[in-house]
């Protein structure tokens, strides 16, 4: 008999036990190529991509577990940390802003809702000093949306930043799209 109940991170909630840090959980690596995705039936993660040649993500990417956001799958987020983490690996880190976006697959619908959590891992030290998205240098911030609009050309879509918001936003964004497990 197959027990179907969630189980590790599908047991996991968007938030620590604190109420101070969202668990999140990584599907690709700063300076890698790949990315993973989470399969919830089976509870691993899958080789969802590869980037062409020449792109990376920039920072470490994944997604809020218990969220669902407007394009079916949870928030997704980036995570400012010291050393680049593992893909599955579990990131407690504090919320700074969100990256507000549409995206779009190219064909005649208008673009959905897909917007990007900016956080730093609880436990960094080199990041340690950034508490909202205002301390995140401009360039960091303008490479992270050149890097989604660019990846997402090169397989026929858009991306379009809509603005950059701050901490108390980017909790609104996080608590509207749970759906505790």
């Known amino acids: 008999m197959v027990n179907h109940s969630p189980t590790g991170i599908g047991r996991l ?21 790949s990315k993973y995705k989470f399969d919830e039936a089976t509870g691993l993660f899958v080789h969802d991509k ?18 669902r ?10 995570v400012l940390a010291d050393e680049p983490a593992h893909v599955g690996a579990v990131v407690p ?15 005649a619908g208008s673009p959905i809702r897909n917007d990007r959590l900016l956080a730093v891992a609880a436990k960094s030290s080199d ?15 303008d490479g992270i949306e050149a890097f989604f609009v660019a990846s997402n050309a090169l397989r026929g879509r ?4 809509v603005r950059r918001v701050g901490t ?13 497990p």
């Open 13 to 33: 909630r968007a938030v620590d036990r604190t109420g101070r840090h969202v668990n999140a959980v990584i599907e690709a690596v700063r300076g890698t190529r």
């Open 168 to 180: 108390s936003r980017a909790w609104r964004l996080l608590r509207d799209s749970a759906h505790e």
């Open 50 to 67: 590869a980037l062409p040649a020449g792109l990376a993500y920039p920072l470490d990417f994944g997604f809020i577990p218990g969220t």
């Open 127 to 141: 990041f340690n000093g950034i508490r909202t998205i205002r301390d995140v240098p401009h360039g960091l911030l």
């Open 69 to 78: 956001a407007a394009d079916g799958d949870p928030l997704d987020v980036l």
């Open 93 to 107: 880190a504090r919320l700074i802003g969100a990256i507000e976006a549409g995206q779009s697959d190219g064909a």
């Open 158 to 161: 858009t991306f379009e930043p």
